[in-house]
């Protein structure tokens, strides 16, 4: 997969493409990150990126020109998915995700100032918010995507058989983990997980699992039951 960023601020990207599992995903060639400052592409001597908007009002726009010249600039951009982020967007999920990982070529654009000039969404195929609140750009909502999507290419993750025990990948939450020591300040590792009784294990994660779900997302417990009725 290749993804390239079309940012401001590149510079917010280092420390998540050079750590842990997206820095060895791209050490293994998964994927090529290519961030593209678009300020670079301003026809403007002070290279501006941005305006006032036209009928008033606060803030500045990012303006259409800057952006349509760096996506040109992007060789195959017309085959690739190209996602503006934006807190307009559909609200990102687990499934979205999934259909994300299937893409070749994901050109993402990353948001600043007031807005967008609206004719920036004619060049674009999909926008993409990733919850209800406001960040200062969408920098750190294009990281939350690209890691999301990373992970789930063939090979990001060692060891893990399948990613089918993730929270959200079957619309309930993960059940509780415990690892050494057995006995921490009185607090005890439930006696189920070291009987070595693999069946009796497994019902107690999935009764924990739902039991989790019903109490702290009760939106996902209704899905979940919804789906296990059909
Ligand atoms: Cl994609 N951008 C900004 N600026 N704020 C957000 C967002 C995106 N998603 C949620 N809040």
């Known amino acids: 997969m290749r993804i390239d960023v079309l940012t401001l601020f590149p510079d917010m990207f ?74 307009q967007g559909v609200p990102y999920t687990q499934k979205q995700a999934y259909t994300l990982k299937e893409e070749d070529h994901l050109i993402i654009l990353c948001g600043h100032y007031e807005g967008f000039d609206e004719r920036i969404r004619h060049f674009f195929d999909l926008e993409i918010s990733i919850g209800d609140y406001v960040l200062t750009g969408g920098e750190i909502a294009a990281m939350t995507v690209m890691d999301s999507v990373i992970r789930l290419l063939d090979g990001a993750i060692g060891q893990k058989a399948s990613h089918e025990e993730d929270s959200f990948s079957q619309t309930l939450l993960e059940y509780p983990q415990y690892t050494r020591p057995r006995d921490y300040l009185g607090m005890t590792v439930p006696d189920v997980l070291l009987s070595g009784h693999h069946e009796r294990i ?21 899905a979940y039951m919804k789906k296990t009725d059909e």
């Open 14 to 87: 280092t420390g998540v493409i050079s750590n842990s599992i997206i820095k060895r995903a791209i050490d293994q060639n998964l994927v090529t990150i290519n961030l593209i400052d678009f300020r670079e592409f301003s026809a403007d001597k002070h290279h501006k990126v941005d305006d006032t908007p036209y009928g008033g009002g606060a803030g500045m726009v990012l303006q259409v020109e800057p952006v349509h010249a760096a996506l040109q600039s992007i060789e195959g951009y017309e085959h690739a998915l190209k996602i503006i982020m934006t807190p």
């Open 202 to 222: 497994d019902t107690w994660r999935k009764e924990q699992s739902i039991k989790r779900t019903k109490e702290r997302r009760p939106d996902l417990y209704q």
